[in-house]
């Protein structure tokens, strides 16, 4: 009788939380935003200018954060023109961004590599980009950034018109999912 009693009570507490279930309503997950852990980070660029002659410029990036604001990354370039020389880099560098509250976040990406330049000794790169991260929406950004580079062995780099320290700014889109 009692094994009767239990085996309802099990059967009884089976249905009714089954129908508990199945009338609840499920949460809702807030979508990942940028820099969330597992998302990627792509990116590509692409430019042309002018000043000492043609200048062109292409690039691609990928990241994945494997936690929250950290996302060890693959950079390559090339850019080049008709009175500069031909610069291929490849960098590996680690994607920080240490908060992540509002729609501001700051970043920080060290990063180290080869320049394998055009009738020119390759040199080696070290350097960090920082600036911010502008959130438009929950896997789009503007990058607003200063990057600096230092080249060595500075031997190599005497006679390239910047020397060893390459700076520049940069503005662009940043695209996560």
Do not use: K
């Amino acid at each position: 009788m009692m094994r009767a009693l239990l085996v309802a009570l099990t059967v009884l507490a089976f249905l009714c939380g089954g129908r508990q279930a199945a009338t609840a309503q499920p949460y809702a997950e807030a979508p990942q935003r940028y820099g969330d852990a597992g998302t990627n980070h792509v990116g590509v660029s692409l430019g042309l200018g002018g000043g000492r002659g043609f200048i062109w410029a292409a690039g691609a990036e990928y990241g994945r954060f494997l936690v929250n604001g950290v996302a060890p990354t693959l950079e390559v370039s090339m850019s080049g023109g008709s009175e500069v020389l031909t610069v291929a880099r490849t960098m590996a560098a680690l994607r920080l961004l240490p908060w992540r509250g509002g729609s501001v976040w700051p970043l920080l990406v060290p990063r180290a590599g080869r320049l394998f330049i055009g009738d020119h000794p390759d040199v080696w790169g070290a350097g960090d980009t920082v600036g911010v991260i502008i959130g438009l929406s929950a896997n789009v950004a503007l990058q607003l950034s200063y990057e600096y580079l230092r080249l060595f062995p500075s031997a190599n780099c005497d006679s390239l018109s910047s020397g060893c320290d390459l700076q520049r700014w940069g503005l662009g889109i940043v695209l996560g999912f």
